[in-house]
């Protein structure tokens, strides 16, 4: 099994990013192991459609999944329909998030828990 968690660095011992599409980092994680490796997020920085670029390079890596502060609509619209848990509203350290998740302390989200667009700057 494997998860996604968005990051602002490379490593376990960085924080949850609370953006999805513009985290610069993602952490791809097995849970179970703790081995993992990072993804520079190249749509971070994109004009538009970073949610949607973002989404679909995550739905690649086949993870079970996403753990995030936020999660829009259209991020969310990819993930979702490829039977991808989005778990919002995270944040602390990824390490300890990861633990957090195989003691089944977060909830699945239903929707986007902000409007398009919210992470842009």
Known sequence: MKIAIT????TLEND????????PYFIIAD??????????????????G????????IVE???????TGNCGPNAYNVLSPAGIKVI???SGRIADVIE?????RYKE???ANVSSHHGKS
């Open 16 to 23: 949850v990013d609370s953006r999805f599409g513009r985290c």
């Open 31 to 48: 849970p179970d192991t703790m081995e993992y490796e990072y993804l520079d997020n190249a749509s971070a920085q994109a004009g538009g």
């Open 61 to 67: 890596k086949g993870v079970e999944s996403v753990l």
């Open 88 to 90: 919002t509203g995270v």
């Open 100 to 104: 957090d998740y195989k003691e089944g």
């Open 109 to 111: 989200s239903a929707e």
């Open 7 to 10: 990051a602002t660095g490379t």
């Open 50 to 57: 970073a949610g949607i670029a973002a989404a679909q390079m």
